[in-house]
């Protein structure tokens, strides 16, 4: 097998390091960083560290994996002072609806004037 074929997504690379990117949290589990291109003043990106492609894809066995992601954006909201001004979580499903990075992951966007988002 030629392994210069092997393709390996974004956040998969990020996640063995071979990609740089400013790492908020991490564990054996998941994955916190900053959003490249950020769309409010506070952007980060949740992730689990096993490479599942989307939500449309996720397997019942492992729903928990969202409320790891879930509970963490709350947890790191409140650990960074910005839980009392009020925050969006996003979850882009699939590449109709936005998804470009095939791997699950949660936006948790904070500080932007949110009353101009369509929803
Ligand atoms: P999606 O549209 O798939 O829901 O969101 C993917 C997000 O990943 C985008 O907001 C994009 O800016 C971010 N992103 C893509 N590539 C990289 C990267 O290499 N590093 C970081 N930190 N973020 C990335
Ligand atoms: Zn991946």
């Known amino acids: 097998?030629?392994?210069?074929?092997?393709?390996?997504?974004v956040f998969c690379q990020i996640i063995k390091k071979q990609i740089n990117s400013e790492i908020v949290y991490?564990?054996?589990?998941?994955?916190?960083?900053?959003?490249i291109n950020p769309k409010?003043?506070?952007?980060?990106?949740?992730?689990?560290?096993?490479?599942?492609?989307?939500?449309?894809?996720?397997r019942l066995k492992?729903?928990?994996?969202?409320?790891?992601?879930?509970?963490k954006a709350k947890s790191?909201?409140?650990e960074?002072?910005?839980?009392?001004?009020?925050?969006?979580?996003?979850l882009n499903c699939g590449q109709g609806a936005g998804q470009v990075?095939?791997?699950l992951h949660l936006h948790l966007l904070s500080g932007a004037d949110f009353s101009k988002w369509p929803v």
């Open 62 to 71: 492992d729903r928990l994996l969202i409320e790891g992601l879930i509970w």
């Open 76 to 78: 790191l909201a409140e």
């Open 80 to 90: 960074q002072g910005f839980a009392s001004n009020g925050y969006k979580l996003v």
């Open 101 to 103: 990075v095939p791997h």
């Open 26 to 35: 991490e564990d054996e589990k998941m994955m916190v960083i900053k959003d």
């Open 1 to 9: 097998m030629n392994f210069d074929f092997y393709y390996m997504c």
């Open 40 to 58: 409010a003043p506070v952007h980060l990106l949740l992730f689990p560290k096993r490479h599942i492609e989307s939500l449309v894809t996720l």
